[in-house]
């Protein structure tokens, strides 16, 4: 009894101290940045688990960013009528159970010769093997022989020509491969990769969540030498998956200023959840807060929806979108681009935030890219004023971001962050290590953006090329 007393008094002390703490932390700070503090202790919390999209956590933080949005007074975009949430679909987590692989009575070990892809179906397929190899031109429409292919496993050489940081141009290949000959009949693809210079990791975690109908399995390097010479014969494949389907939701409100132009201001509050670290020694789940990753970005969008609502010299509409399944492949800004009306035509520029809360992890500096997504970005970027940091100008763009859907629909684009640091997607992505004030000085940097940006003629796109593209995605490591 005495020990539960000792015990009740230690809780209490520990709540009272803590809630002193917090009122300390938030007493030092301007009330700009309380509100930053604010919002991320919430989205940053342990007890949101690391807000991995499809999880219940994502939920409590997609419902805590449509209060916010909801109280700002910005006017519900959601799916529903009055709703800021905005479901899609995604096919989440997929499971690899059991698979099996014999060609020509040689079998091989699941995991360490062979694993399924992504892409796969669950099932088992019996049949002829069909070999098909690197000069084999998928871009012309009749140079799959459909007779040839239809009924049969075939096995895939996906090397590729391009460059080893193109991660996602070197995805898109190999899915077009597996579809043109999924298209012509295949019922089974076992792909194989000829070359040394194309990476094998792009084949397995997040890009590909959609199955394309049949199993699809790869075999590694050195066991494909059992097979090298191997061009026809007998092959059975089992595949065993379990597909989830999960549906995260984008939270969506805006302004309408009655304008024909409309800003897309993302940001993705979603992040990894509970994983192993990618660091250190400690190889437990851990819950990943992703302060920087991206609390930080949604935060900032919902301080500039504060200051943008209470703005009335502003002329354009504004859509605040706070993007989920970022961490998966991009789904949420991805769905949200589906819808026809995202065009060039509507939209006059997105902007995107993605880990803003580090300024200083790579000196006093901020990253502006995409620059080259506009020819007036330059001009714009040279006429801000930025006392306390310096801005290195990125002409490209990498592929990671929520930027990306709205490049490839022909929009221009401006992409902020403070860059990675050590920390980025480990436990250590806390709040304790947010710089506040620095969050502050760039929130005053784009709310300047925003103004030039309304008050140039035209925002003309211009296709970002792969050059730029890569030196970006180099520069951004
Ligand atoms: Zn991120």
């Given at each position: 009894?005495i020990?539960?007393?000792?015990?009740?008094?230690?809780?209490?002390?520990?709540?009272i101290?803590?809630?002193?703490?917090?009122?300390?932390?938030?007493?030092?700070?301007?009330?700009?940045?309380?509100?930053?503090?604010?919002?991320?202790?919430?989205?940053?919390?342990?007890?949101?688990?690391?807000?991995?999209?499809?999880?219940?956590?994502?939920?409590?933080?997609?419902?805590?960013?449509a209060?916010?949005?909801?109280?700002?007074?910005?006017?519900?975009?959601?799916?529903?009528?009055?709703?800021?949430?905005?479901?899609?679909?995604?096919?989440?987590p997929?499971?690899?159970?059991?698979?099996?692989?014999?060609?020509?009575?040689?079998d091989?070990?699941?995991?360490?010769?062979f694993g399924?892809?992504?892409?796969?179906?669950?099932?088992?397929?019996?049949g002829e093997?069909?070999?098909?190899?690197?000069?084999?031109?998928?871009?012309?429409?009749?140079?799959l022989?459909?007779?040839?292919?239809?009924?049969?496993?075939?096995?895939?050489?996906?090397?590729?020509?391009?460059?080893?940081?193109?991660?996602?141009?070197?995805?898109?290949?190999?899915?077009?491969?597996?579809?043109?000959?999924?298209?012509?009949?295949?019922i089974?693809?076992?792909?194989?990769?000829?070359?040394?210079?194309?990476?094998?990791?792009?084949?397995?975690?997040?890009?590909?969540?959609?199955?394309?109908?049949?199993?699809?399995?790869?075999?590694a390097?050195?066991?494909?030498n059992?097979i090298?010479?191997?061009?026809?014969?007998?092959c059975?494949?089992?595949?065993?998956i379990?597909?989830?389907?999960s549906?995260?939701?984008?939270?969506?409100?805006?302004?309408?200023?009655?304008?024909?132009?409309?800003?897309?201001?993302g940001a993705?509050?979603?992040?990894?959840?509970?994983?192993?670290?990618?660091?250190?020694d400690?190889k437990?789940?851990?819950?990943h807060?992703?302060a920087?990753d991206?609390?930080s970005?949604t935060?900032?969008?919902?301080?500039?929806?504060?200051?943008?609502?209470?703005?009335?010299?502003?002329?354009y509409?504004y859509?605040?979108?706070a993007?989920?399944?970022?961490?998966?492949?991009?789904?949420?800004?991805?769905?949200?681009?589906?819808?026809?009306?995202?065009?060039?035509?509507?939209?006059?520029?997105?902007?995107?935030?993605?880990?803003?809360?580090?300024?200083?992890?790579?000196?006093d500096?901020?990253?502006?890219?995409?620059?080259?997504?506009?020819e007036?970005?330059?001009?714009?970027?040279?006429?801000?004023?930025?006392?306390?940091?310096?801005?290195?100008?990125?002409?490209?763009?990498?592929?990671?971001?929520?930027?990306?859907?709205?490049?490839?629909?022909?929009i221009?684009?401006?992409?902020?962050?403070?860059?990675?640091?050590?920390?980025?997607?480990?436990?250590?992505?806390?709040?304790?290590?947010?710089?506040?004030?620095?969050?502050?000085?760039?929130?005053?940097?784009?709310?300047?953006?925003?103004?030039?940006?309304?008050?140039?003629?035209?925002?003309?796109?211009?296709?970002?090329?792969?050059?730029?593209q890569?030196?970006?995605y180099?520069?951004?490591?």
């Amino acid at each position: 009894m005495i020990k539960f007393k000792i015990c009740l008094l230690f809780v209490l002390l520990n709540l009272i101290c803590t809630q002193w703490l917090f009122a300390q932390k938030i007493i030092d700070l301007s009330p700009t940045s309380a509100r930053l503090y604010r919002d991320m202790a919430v989205l940053a919390s342990d007890s949101l688990e690391g807000r991995e999209a499809g999880t219940l956590s994502e939920r409590k933080a997609a419902d805590y960013i449509a209060k916010q949005m909801q109280s700002i007074g910005l006017l519900p975009k959601g799916g529903h009528e009055g709703s800021y949430l905005s479901a899609f679909r995604i096919n989440f987590p997929v499971i690899f159970k059991e698979a099996k692989l014999r060609i020509n009575s040689i079998d091989f070990k699941h995991k360490d010769e062979f694993g399924a892809t992504d892409l796969s179906s669950a099932g088992t397929v019996e049949g002829e093997l069909i070999k098909i190899g690197n000069s084999f031109n998928f871009i012309e429409p009749n140079a799959l022989n459909n007779n040839q292919i239809n009924g049969k496993i075939v096995l895939l050489d996906i090397a590729s020509k391009v460059k080893l940081t193109e991660n996602e141009a070197i995805t898109n290949e190999i899915v077009s491969k597996v579809k043109a000959v999924v298209e012509s009949g295949a019922i089974g693809v076992i792909l194989y990769n000829s070359s040394r210079k194309t990476t094998e990791d792009v084949l397995f975690g997040s890009p590909f969540t959609e199955s394309v109908g049949v199993p699809v399995v790869y075999i590694a390097r050195l066991p494909f030498n059992k097979i090298r010479k191997v061009k026809s014969g007998t092959c059975s494949l089992t595949v065993e998956i379990n597909r989830t389907v999960s549906k995260p939701e984008n939270v969506i409100g805006w302004i309408d200023n009655k304008s024909d132009k409309t800003v897309v201001i993302g940001a993705h509050f979603d992040h990894v959840g509970i994983t192993r670290s990618r660091t250190g020694d400690d190889k437990s789940l851990q819950i990943h807060n992703g302060a920087d990753d991206n609390a930080s970005g949604t935060t900032t969008l919902l301080e500039l929806a504060r200051w943008a609502a209470n703005n009335e010299t502003l002329k354009y509409n504004y859509i605040f979108a706070a993007f989920s399944a970022e961490e998966k492949g991009l789904f949420g800004s991805k769905a949200f681009c589906s819808r026809a009306w995202v065009n060039n035509q509507n939209i006059a520029y997105m902007l995107n935030l993605d880990m803003v809360g580090r300024l200083g992890c790579q000196g006093d500096t901020i990253s502006a890219l995409g620059v080259a997504s506009s020819e007036v970005w330059e001009n714009v970027l040279d006429k801000l004023e930025h006392p306390d940091f310096s801005v290195k100008k990125i002409n490209g763009a990498p592929p990671f971001s929520d930027h990306s859907p709205f490049l490839k629909k022909n929009i221009p684009i401006m992409y902020f962050t403070t860059g990675l640091h050590p920390d980025y997607h480990t436990p250590n992505d806390d709040i304790e290590f947010i710089n506040f004030k620095g969050m502050e000085e760039i929130l005053a940097y784009i709310r300047q953006f925003i103004r030039s940006a309304e008050a140039l003629p035209e925002i003309p796109f211009h296709n970002i090329n792969p050059i730029q593209q890569t030196k970006a995605y180099l520069q951004t490591f």
